[in-house]
């Protein structure tokens, strides 16, 4: 009898603490993007929201939080209550920040749970149709002959295409001269007029320009060669190590309890798996690549630890 007893009371203790178990999702979820409508983090979270609300059952609203390079999202997430209910989606700026400023509010790995990468896109190496330059090598020879003579451009101090046209430096004894703009579209009219000797830019921007022979491809940093553009040489064919794809992936707050990140996961990974959802990124110049938050958060750590190191031997100055 007393054993009975004993089975009945943990049935009802069960059965009570699963009652009182709050289910999650319960309220809207916000999924902040770091820059403005229309750039590709904000592309991404429009894409994916309205996908993510109908498997959760709860809105996932998307909110730009503009300023200090994404910093200001990427701090708003990873000061959020752990509960799960505020994202980010992380562009790999985050790491090149991480490697390039000296402060930041924020750690830039052990602040954030990293949920899963969404797509990756290469960067590209480009010259005008009129260079003289028909292959990166044809570049690295002229540049050794004349040290500080070529440029190239990148779209701001510190980004991924100024470290990777830094890391081209150092790995191949050359000098290009780095031009910072603000944005690829002033690069792209000057490299296309031929005032710029090279073109360091993501494949999601020189994509049509290259198909439609405006631009000049001459390299593109992927391991593999790309399905959208499968002539373009490999960088990494003519200077060996050089391999470096931008991404863009979903993050929440440190803290959040491990179900719930494997739940987000799981939902991105069917929404990824998605043919019209695939359709769009490839569009963009990327695909869907899916991750665990292990990878995910294993991608950071390396692409903040090799900047560092061009950094450092570049003797660039941090921020």
């Keep these: 009898m007393a054993f009975l007893i004993r089975v009945a ?50 809105p996932v609203v998307v909110e730009n939080r503009l ?18 209910y505020t994202w980010a989606v992380i562009p790999s700026g985050h790491a090149t920040q991480g ?15 990293w949920v899963s990468t969404v797509t990756t896109y290469p960067l590209t190496f480009a010259v005008s149709p009129e260079s003289r330059f028909n292959s990166l090598a044809e570049l690295i020879r002229e540049a050794r002959r004349s040290p500080g003579k070529y440029t190239y451009s990148s779209v701001g101090t510190g980004t991924a295409h100024h470290l990777v046209g830094e890391w081209l430096n150092a790995e191949a004894g050359i000098e290009l001269v780095h ?11 000057e490299t296309m007029a ?31 060669p790309i399905e959208s553009l499968p002539s373009l040489p490999l960088v990494t064919d003519t200077v060996p190590g050089i391999i470096f794809e931008s991404w863009q992936g979903i993050t929440t707050t440190p803290g959040t309890k491990p179900e719930i990140i494997a739940r987000i996961n ?4 069917a929404a990824l ?18 991750s665990t938050p292990d990878e995910f958060r294993a991608r950071v750590e390396r692409d903040i630890a090799r900047f560092r190191q061009v950094v450092d031997s570049r003797g660039i100055e941090r921020q």
């Excluded at 699963?18 to 999650?24: E, F, S």
């Excluded at 300023?67 to 000061?79: L, Q, T």
């Design 9 to 58: 009371a943990a049935i009802l203790a069960l059965a009570s603490a699963t009652a009182g178990a709050a289910p999650w999702p319960e309220r809207p979820i916000r999924l902040l993007v770091g820059f403005a409508p229309g750039g590709s983090g904000d592309i991404i979270a429009r894409l994916l929201s309205p996908r993510l609300t109908v498997s959760l059952g709860q």
């Design 67 to 84: 300023g200090a390079g994404g910093s200001i999202a990427a701090e708003a997430v990873a000061r959020a209550a752990p509960d799960g």
């Design 99 to 113: 490697a390039m400023i000296k402060t930041q509010p924020f750690d830039p790995v052990k602040d954030f749970a």
């Design 179 to 189: 031009v910072p703009f603000k944005g690829g579209t002033a690069a792209l009219t």
């Design 194 to 224: 031929g005032r710029m000797d090279l073109m360091i830019e993501t494949i999601t921007l020189t994509l049509p320009y290259l198909r439609g022979g405006k631009l000049r491809g001459i390299g593109v940093t992927s391991a593999r």
């Design 266 to 269: 799981a939902e991105l990974r």
């Design 273 to 290: 798996a998605l043919p019209e959802v695939q359709r769009q990124l490839a569009d963009l110049g990327g695909g869907a690549v899916p």
